[in-house]
């Protein structure tokens, strides 16, 4: 008689895999937003579904840490709980993006609390093109702010960078309007849940944005705002998604400094516009250049040469909406950083064929997302040399 598990059929069809995306929800919800262990839980496991079924074993303890652990055993915390939630997304037209998703940001993959999940609303393709820049100040600016932020918005978007801000009151909206007068894409990154607009009188910029960018939140619909704590975890967002920050005005001790902070700690160069030394409302921005932490700014001609830009259009003119990245080319870009590498060094990082990556290296430097330095040395556009 052949004992159990020696060759003999069950009688039983295994347990067939949840969805991939419903996977994705749970292991969002399990940590939670902002969470600090969402890399060491990729790291130990490469995706949600492998989680998932090592939710009960040690290694999963260890990366994802006791709460989520508790989360995780809970009885109705499940992948399958989510797809009605879901469904409702859906019929919401709101896009669910996922870690492995095709129109997730590459830049968020570089930082160690990234979104596991990202909410949508507008065209998710905006998120992984090139020449995106910050542009961030205080909520109560001066008419010295709204001019500049203007000025350098307009310019900025004029020449082909993707205005990124947080949608809030004051200098984020101007460059949200900047771009928006421009008919050029610009991206909100909100601190609230995707179905909230805050503040509420910005509804018909978002609705603008939508049609010509996107508008972005790690808060599901359906849930309650976090209050403050939710627009100090946006501010990371919006610096890992911009290729440089843009300060406007700022008191020395603001939300907008955190920006800042975490644009330091991504290695992002920051630029601030110059105020004059009797307002509080460029005490902020005035301190990042007396310190050097950041380069003055004046006009968006100043920040072509960081973003790879050229010079602005002549007149406004639709963007064309991008094309998405092959697989080859997110595992290309995945590879390459601010400072220049080899083909030989990229061909080990990513397994590809000398050939098949020489050919992707050449569709990334002419979309204008890589550059080739002397001794066919790439680096991101807008990286340094060094």
Not at 144 to 172: C, H, K, M, N, Q
Request: overall charge positive; proline content about 8%.
């Amino acid at each position: 008689m052949t004992r159990a598990g020696e060759g003999q059929l069950s009688l039983f069809p295994p347990e067939p895999a949840p969805d991939p995306l419903l996977c994705w929800l749970w292991l969002a919800g399990t940590l939670g937003a902002g969470s600090q262990r969402a890399g060491a839980v990729l790291d130990a496991f490469g995706g949600a579904q492998e989680a998932w079924e090592a939710r009960d074993t040690d290694a999963f303890a260890a990366a994802a840490g006791p709460a989520a652990v508790q989360r995780a055993c809970l009885p109705d915390n499940t992948p399958e709980h989510y797809r009605a939630f879901a469904r409702r997304c859906a019929a919401r037209r709101i896009r669910i993006l996922p870690y492995d998703d095709p129109d997730y940001p590459l830049a968020f993959s570089r930082i160690s609390d990234m979104p596991l999940v990202l909410y949508c609303t507008g065209d998710p393709r905006w998120l992984n093109e090139p020449a995106a820049v910050g542009m961030v100040g205080t909520r109560k600016p001066t008419e010295y702010g709204l001019r500049a932020a203007e000025d350098i918005g307009r310019g900025l978007a004029r020449a082909g960078a993707v205005i990124v801000s947080g949608l809030a009151d004051g200098l984020d909206s101007t460059g949200h309007r900047a771009a928006v007068g421009e008919n050029c894409p610009t991206i909100a990154v909100m601190g609230v849940p995707i179905d909230r607009t805050y503040p509420a009188a910005n509804r018909e910029l978002r609705r603008a944005i939508e049609r010509r960018g996107c508008v972005i939140s790690e808060y599901p619909p359906e849930s309650e705002p976090v209050g403050a704590v939710g627009f100090l975890q946006r501010n990371r967002l919006i610096a890992a998604l911009s290729g440089a920050l843009v300060v406007v005005e700022a008191k020395e001790k603001s939300g907008t400094m955190s920006t800042v902070g975490h644009a330091e700690r991504y290695g992002k160069p920051v630029f601030a516009v110059p105020g004059s030394i009797f307002s509080p409302a460029s005490a902020g921005t005035n301190a990042l250049l007396r310190d050097g932490r950041a380069k003055a700014v004046c006009t968006a001609a100043d920040l072509f040469g960081t973003l790879g830009l050229q010079t602005a259009r002549p007149a406004p003119a639709p963007r064309e909406t991008p094309r998405p990245l092959s697989e080859n080319e997110r595992l290309v870009l995945s590879c390459l950083g601010a400072k220049a590498q080899g083909v030989e060094e990229l061909g080990v990082k990513s397994g590809l064929p000398t050939a098949a990556l020489l050919g992707v290296l050449m569709k990334l430097e002419l979309a204008g997302r890589v550059s080739c330095l002397p001794g066919k040395r790439y680096i991101l556009r807008g990286g340094s040399a060094s």
